[in-house]
């Protein structure tokens, strides 16, 4: 049973450039959420979609923007990177959010780097 | 807002030292409580859960209970390993919220032999 895959494992952009990270669930679950963690800090909330569509974000700028696919996997994109985006993006996964189960099980991270 | 109070640290114990990693959380209702783990260079891992007041958590020798009158939920071990050096995440989140996950800073425990 596969688990939450995500690519790429690494990525160096500059600043003002666009990025994109992309995750598939783990079999069996049709909600991902994005979560960023900076450097010695716990994750913090980005955004979760259900269904194809934006349902709960987080105190993040409209640079960080995303989507879901038919299959249920994600992607997340920021515009106009900054020197302050760096950070470990992790993707998680669960049932929808009416399906009773709160557990979420998280990807490897991607690390972007922006110099 | 909701928020996760975890004690700082790095904490150092010797292998086979008890762990006690103090958790609290500030919440408006009963949110469900997790302690996850992050070993180096890897993603999250679910430790152990607690849905409701008193329940206790268990998973890999690992405790927890969910303490509503403390707003508490702190993580514990009778006899830790080297192989539990890694950083552990309180969270809690909640029903109907979506399954949205608010943590904690995080506490880096490094066991040493």
């Known amino acids: 049973d596969a688990g939450v895959t995500q690519s790429p494992t690494h990525l160096i952009k500059t600043r003002g450039q666009q990025v994109t990270l992309r995750c598939s669930p783990k079999?069996?679950?049709?909600?991902v959420s994005w979560y960023q963690q900076a450097l010695g800090q716990g994750p913090q909330f980005i955004f979760q979609?259900?269904?194809?569509?934006?349902?709960q974000r987080g105190n993040f700028p409209d640079r960080f923007s995303g989507h879901q696919f038919p299959n249920y996997s994600s992607e997340l994109n920021v515009n106009a990177l900054l020197l302050g985006d760096s950070a470990l993006y992790l993707c998680?996964?669960?049932?929808?959010?009416?399906?009773?189960?709160?557990?979420?099980?998280f990807g490897p991270g991607t690390r972007l780097t922006v110099t | 807002g909701n928020s996760v109070t975890q004690m700082e640290g790095p904490v150092t114990l010797s292998e086979e030292a008890f762990l006690t990693i103090n958790c609290t959380y500030t919440?408006?209702?009963?949110?469900?409580l997790f302690w996850y783990v992050q070993y180096p260079g890897e993603g999250l891992q679910l430790l152990l859960k607690?849905?409701?007041?008193?329940d206790k958590g268990s998973n890999k020798g690992f405790e927890a209970t969910y303490r509503k009158e403390t707003t508490s939920f702190h993580l514990e071990k009778g006899s830790v390993q080297v192989s539990d050096s890694a950083v552990y995440f309180c969270?809690?989140?909640?029903?109907?919220?979506?399954?949205?996950?608010?943590f904690g800073t995080g506490t880096q425990l490094k066991v040493e032999l």
């Open positions: 969270a809690l989140t909640f029903t109907g919220g979506g399954n949205k996950l608010t």
């Open positions: 079999s069996g679950h049709d909600t």
């Open positions: 998680a996964s669960s049932t929808g959010p009416g399906g009773g189960s709160y557990e979420q099980y």
């Open positions: 919440a408006t209702g009963y949110p469900s």
């Open positions: 607690a849905t409701k007041a008193d």
């Open positions: 979609y259900y269904e194809e569509e934006e349902r």
